[in-house]
C-alpha cells in the first residue's frame, strides 16, 4: 500500500540556519504532496503542496519540488527562524480510491535563538 | 471564519464510560475524517465520511463508531473507551467535488482524551 517515510526527528538548527526536511513517498497512482505543519498545541494546518511532477510548492519561505523520478518530497528553507519550530508532516493524497492521505511520522524542529 | 470546532478539547474518563467527540465545519464540504495522533505514529485514521449517511473505515476503526447523518457535524462515539486509546484526536474536513479536489485537509484543533 501506500506510504510515506520522513527522516526522524528531532532537529535542532540555529536561527537563520538551512533546513531541509526529507520526504519519500511509494503509491500505486499518482498522488498530490502536502507538507503540513503542527505548532505546539494546535492543529494541522496545510504548509504547501504540489499535485504534478515537478511542481514546486511555496508558502511562508518553504519550497518542496514534486519529484516523480525519486519519488520524493523534500522540504526546504533558507532561513529559519524561532518561530518555525513545529512538528513537520509529510502526506500524500490519492486521487482515486476514497480520498485517502497517508501522513508520514512528523518531524520535529527545534530553533534556538 | 472557515473551520472545523472540535470538543471537547481535553478530557479524562474512566474505562467504560461512553464518551463522544463532536465535530463540526461550516465550509459544505462532503468529505469528513478522524484521525488519531500517537508519537512515533504520525496520524492514522480512523474512520471517515465522503457524504452524509457514507461512512467507511479507515486504519484503525476498533474500539470506535462515527454517524454522518448531517453535512456539517461527525461525532467520533468511544462507546467502551479503555487506555489504549489515550490519544490526540483530529477532525479534518475536505471538499469532495469531483475533479476539484486536491486532497487539502482541514484540521480542528485537537482533542486529547486521556482514559484511566
Known amino acids: 500500500g501506500d506510504s510515506v517515510t520522513q527522516m526522524e526527528g528531532p532537529v535542532t538548527l540555529s536561527e537563520e540556519a538551512f533546513l531541509t526536511i526529507n520526504c519519500t513517498y511509494t503509491a500505486t497512482g499518482y498522488p498530490s504532496l502536502f507538507w503540513y505543519v503542527q505548532y505546539p498545541g494546535e492543529g494541522l494546518q496545510l504548509l504547501l503542496k504540489a499535485t504534478k511532477a515537478d511542481d514546486k510548492g511555496s508558502n511562508k519561505g518553504f519550497e518542496a519540488t514534486y519529484r516523480k523520478e525519486t519519488t520524493s518530497f523534500h522540504l526546504e528553507k533558507g532561513s529559519v527562524q524561532v518561530s518555525d519550530s513545529a512538528v513537520y508532516f509529510c502526506?500524500?493524497?490519492?486521487?482515486?480510491?476514497?480520498?485517502?492521505?497517508?501522513f508520514g511520522a512528523g518531524t520535529r524542529l527545534f530553533v534556538k535563538a | 471564519e472557515a473551520q472545523v470546532t472540535q470538543n471537547p478539547r481535553y478530557l479524562i474518563t474512566v474505562t467504560g464510560k461512553k464518551l463522544t467527540v463532536t465535530c463540526s465545519q461550516n465550509?459544505?464540504?462532503?468529505?469528513m475524517s478522524w484521525y488519531r495522533q500517537d508519537p512515533g505514529l504520525g496520524l492514522r485514521q480512523i474512520y471517515y465520511s465522503m457524504n452524509v449517511e457514507v461512512t467507511d473505515k479507515g486504519d484503525v476503526p476498533e474500539g470506535y463508531k462515527v454517524s454522518r447523518k448531517e453535512k456539517r457535524n461527525f461525532p467520533l462515539i468511544l462507546e467502551s473507551p479503555s487506555p489504549n486509546q489515550t490519544s490526540l484526536y483530529f477532525c479534518?474536513?475536505?471538499?469532495?467535488?469531483?475533479?476539484?479536489?486536491?486532497?487539502?485537509?482541514?484540521f480542528g484543533e485537537g482533542s486529547r482524551l486521556t482514559v484511566l
Open positions: 479534518a474536513s475536505s471538499s469532495g467535488r469531483s475533479g476539484s479536489r486536491t486532497g487539502e485537509l482541514f
Open positions: 465550509m459544505n464540504h462532503e468529505y
Open positions: 502526506a500524500l493524497s490519492e486521487r482515486t480510491g476514497g480520498f485517502k492521505t497517508i
